[in-house]
């Protein structure tokens, strides 16, 4: 099917975004790296190093996927701090990215440790967790895909602790105007020729592609963060990682 994603009525996105993640699943890890040219891997290093988790953390990883971000939190707090008490929580809307998560979980150390759980669920809706009972938030490349990404903010201004802190790691935009053009070529031209060869499944990633043109631009993106009661840095409210194409943006709950 050939459809534009801008004519798909809002119910009918949450399926349609877990219909595209379940057949992702098993090909996800390959096409990010070949369309990131493994750029997301450094991304993924940095925004956890800044994070710098350590001393027994509770974290939450929301659209953990198949647990990029969780593993990178885990391995962190105890190569550098000897931590073995930080747990994250991660969650996703897809069982099939989930499951893939589980499996490379049970490959380690953490695995049916208190360290680490899994919790399908929407990022919109954590009924499963309590108010104020998480030191840090994280969600990586999952909130562009959400329908109402200012409550996805809420719930987590709900569930920090006072002082807790939220960080996102998302697509961004390439404020450049003649970087911006190449950035266009490759988003528009090679990753859904990519996604055909790779994973043969051209459509769902061309939807990827989509998703991040039509995602906020920074300036805007801080402020639904601000709007949710999270202080935003003034000097720095966000980091834009290679050229902007992708950003940090951090809100600690007051
Ligand atoms: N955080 C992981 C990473 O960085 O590798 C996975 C990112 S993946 C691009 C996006 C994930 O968001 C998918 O696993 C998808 O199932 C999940 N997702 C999409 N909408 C969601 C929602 N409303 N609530 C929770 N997870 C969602």
Redesign the pocket.
């Given at each position: 099917t050939h459809f534009g994603f801008r004519d798909v009525p809002e119910q009918m996105k949450?399926s349609l975004?877990?219909g595209v993640?379940s057949s992702v699943a098993s090909s996800?890890d390959v096409m990010?790296d070949a369309m990131s040219l493994g750029i997301?891997r450094l991304w993924?290093d940095h925004y956890v190093s800044k994070l710098d988790p350590h001393g027994g953390l509770k974290c939450l990883?929301?659209?953990?996927?198949?647990?990029?971000?969780a593993m990178r939190i885990l391995d962190h707090a105890r190569e550098k701090y000897g931590d073995r008490e930080t747990s994250v929580s991660m969650?996703?809307?897809?069982p099939e990215?989930l499951e893939e998560g589980k499996k490379r979980f049970a490959k380690t150390m953490y695995h049916n440790t208190p360290q680490v759980s899994f919790h399908l669920?929407?990022?919109?809706h954590l009924e499963q967790f309590a108010d104020n009972s998480f030191d840090l938030y994280t969600?990586?490349?999952?909130i562009r895909?959400?329908?109402h990404p200012d409550k996805?903010v809420e719930e987590a201004y709900r569930v920090l602790k006072p002082g807790g802190v939220l960080s996102v790691?998302e697509f961004s935009n390439v404020p450049n105007p003649i970087l911006s053009q190449a950035y266009d070529l490759w988003s528009f031209n090679v990753i859904p020729a990519l996604g055909h060869i790779l994973a043969s499944d051209r459509d769902s990633y061309a939807y990827l592609v989509e998703s991040i043109r039509r995602f906020y631009k920074a300036p805007e993106f801080a402020e639904v963060i601000r709007k949710a009661g999270f202080q935003v840095a003034q000097n720095e409210p966000w980091e834009p990682l290679t050229f902007g194409i992708a950003a940090i943006h951090t809100g600690v709950k007051v």
């Open positions: 949450e975004v877990k993640f996800y990010n997301h993924k990883d929301v659209a953990g996927g198949t647990g990029d971000i969650l996703d809307i897809n990215m669920g929407n990022a919109e969600i990586a490349f999952g895909n959400c329908t996805v790691l």
